[in-house]
């Protein structure tokens, strides 16, 4: 059966009962949207402060490849392993974003028997919080013009506010355009644009907030331009953050749902990793930390930009620390890094595995020795790899002083991830960890990038022109505290998507800057990344449908 079609057969329990009788949630706690999902009150949350922490773990990959990966099905895979053995365990996941949906990834809630679901759902609106964000994000877009139109009594530039607007799907034609045309009722022509929701600055605040006071004084802080006498203009000095506030009440609180296996999992929050900081609510992350004994969470994309921006923003500003990092590699990735034809990956190729093997292994150095994180490989099994290619690559793994465990659990659920959920358990109590930041809070922002590309990504230096150069400078004085969030390919270490294995001394171009004040951090865009993805020729949305009676058919 497909990905779907497991979901759609799936018994679920009413998610009341999973919250009660797993979790000790009582229902007047719990706010269902329908039988199987359901948001978790603040006030429940904020009881919850004086229990211990669970442990903590963080589930990464190496860079992604069209060969597949299987980040968030080994997610699952391992959280229904660990409660199969006995361990009160909970996952943290993304939401899935309508864009890549119906562009490339047609879902993104599991696969398999290692599955979250209702799939549907999560896939397709879920409880509207991507919408809320949207709704939030251009309220204060719509507060900016209509300023503007009033009399700009605050002065703001029309050359250089930085307030693009958003929606939740790819569409290339938005990326740059021109608004207020039509005349003087509508308000004053200024190139404008829109990025996705992802990669909302709102989004990155929803993520990282832990009460609706943070949400409000973060939303308070945009950066929407620079006024009069360069004075910087904030959301509180057009009175925006209050309304926006309101819309997003609802989307602060956690969603619970449960995995094929009935185990429960909450989805919040979903920034992208190649533009945004990759990682789910720390609400979320913090409340399941206190439901659970172990915590299983996921970080986008490979470790150099999803584990990077989960250690050095996430845990930074949550006073979070994982206890163990799993690695998820598949063989068919791994050749594909080494050079081998998409339509080869299928044919045993140990020459391919070696030459890709550098991917894996330069993210596993740098978990290991940079971020200080004990780490095991989780080998994602396909059906089309050989005994010779995992053999070699459980021996080269070990090698490299780690271990290395085939999982199975696309295709047999939990049970074919308990040896990992063992190894797991092995490395959070056996208290290894010497969790460090890669780089000083108070360094200057140029310093943090160069940083993050000579001693992660391989590269022998950053580029900039002068105009991105004194801008930094300018940031420097006023951000300079603030955690870097790179936006950059996901495919490569480095800028450029064709590089695959483990590029060096290359130099990281740096293309544009961008403060979000509110959620504090600084942007950097490096290459040709888009904050606003184009649909692929042959989008997944071609591919998706619903029958008669409403069934839907396409997701994966």
């Not at 979790?23 to 004086?50: F, N």
């Not at 595995?353 to 150095?365: C, D, K, M």
């Not at 939990?414 to 358990?425: M, Q, T, Y």
């Not at 740096?510 to 509110?518: D, L, M, S």
Request: glycine letters at 10%.
């Amino acid at each position: 059966m497909s990905d779907i079609e497991i979901a759609q057969n799936a018994k679920l329990l009413p998610i009341t009962d999973l919250a009660r009788d797993r979790l000790g949630i009582p229902e007047e706690h719990l706010d269902p949207y329908g039988r199987y999902k359901a948001k978790l009150s603040l006030d429940y949350i904020e009881s919850l402060g004086e229990r211990p922490n669970g442990k903590l773990v963080l589930v990464t990959a190496i860079s992604p490849t069209p060969a597949g990966e299987g980040k968030t099905t080994t997610t699952v895979g391992l959280g229904d392993a660990l409660n199969r053995l006995g361990r009160k365990a909970m996952i943290c996941l993304r939401e899935p974003a309508l864009g890549p949906c119906f562009g490339v990834k047609g879902g993104a809630a599991g696969g398999g028997y290692a599955q979250v679901v209702p799939m549907e759902d999560i896939n397709l609106h879920f409880t509207g919080d991507f919408h809320a964000v949207g709704v939030a994000h251009n309220l204060l877009a719509a507060m900016v013009d209509n300023h503007i139109h009033h009399g700009n009594r605050l002065g703001l530039d029309l050359r250089r506010i930085r307030w693009k607007r958003v929606m939740d799907m790819n569409d290339r034609a938005l990326r740059e355009i021109v608004v207020g045309l039509g005349g003087t009722a509508n308000g004053f022509p200024r190139q404008d644009g829109f990025d996705i929701i992802a990669a909302s600055e709102v989004m990155a605040i929803l993520c990282l907030s832990n009460s609706l006071k943070e949400l409000k004084e973060r939303l308070g802080n945009i950066l929407v331009g620079p006024g009069a006498d360069d004075r910087p203009v904030l959301a509180r000095d057009l009175n925006a953050h209050g309304a926006m506030a309101a819309l997003l009440k609802e989307s602060l609180r956690p969603n619970l749902v449960q995995t094929l296996e009935h185990n429960p999992v909450f989805v919040h929050g979903g920034p992208f990793a190649n533009i945004a900081h990759g990682c789910n609510t720390v609400i979320a992350t913090r409340t399941a930390l206190k439901l659970a004994d172990i915590v299983v969470t996921e970080a986008g994309f490979g470790a150099d930009l999803g584990a990077e921006k989960f250690i050095d923003i996430k845990c930074r500003k949550a006073g979070l620390q994982p206890d163990a990092v799993v690695l998820v590699a598949t063989v068919r990735a791994l050749k594909s890094h080494g050079g081998l034809a998409a339509k080869d990956l299928s044919k045993e190729n140990l020459a391919a595995l070696e030459a890709g093997f550098v991917n894996l292994e330069r993210h596993l150095h740098n978990v290991r020795e940079v971020f200080g994180l004990p780490c095991v490989v989780a080998i994602n099994h396909f059906a089309s790899d050989t005994e010779a290619e995992l053999a070699w690559l459980r021996r080269r793994v070990e090698q490299s002083g780690a271990a290395a465990v085939l999982c199975r659990h696309w295709a047999e659920g939990g049970r074919g991830a308990e040896d990992l959920a063992r190894e797991v358990i092995q490395l959070v109590e056996g208290g290894s960890s010497q969790f460090r930041f890669l780089y000083e809070e108070r360094a200057p922002l140029w310093d943090k990038i160069e940083t993050i590309a000579t001693r992660l990504y391989g590269a022998s230096g950053i580029a900039a022109d002068d105009k991105v150069r004194r801008e930094l400078e300018q940031l420097s004085e006023r951000y300079g505290h603030y955690p870097v969030c790179i936006a950059k390919t996901q495919y490569s270490f480095s800028a450029d998507p064709a590089l695959k294995g483990a590029p060096s001394g290359h130099v990281l171009p740096i293309r544009e800057v961008r403060p979000a004040h509110g959620a504090e951090f600084v942007v950097v865009v490096c290459g040709s990344m888009m904050t606003m993805p184009g649909l692929p020729k042959e989008p997944a949305a071609e591919h998706i449908d619903i029958d008669d009676r409403g069934r839907i058919t396409g997701l994966f």
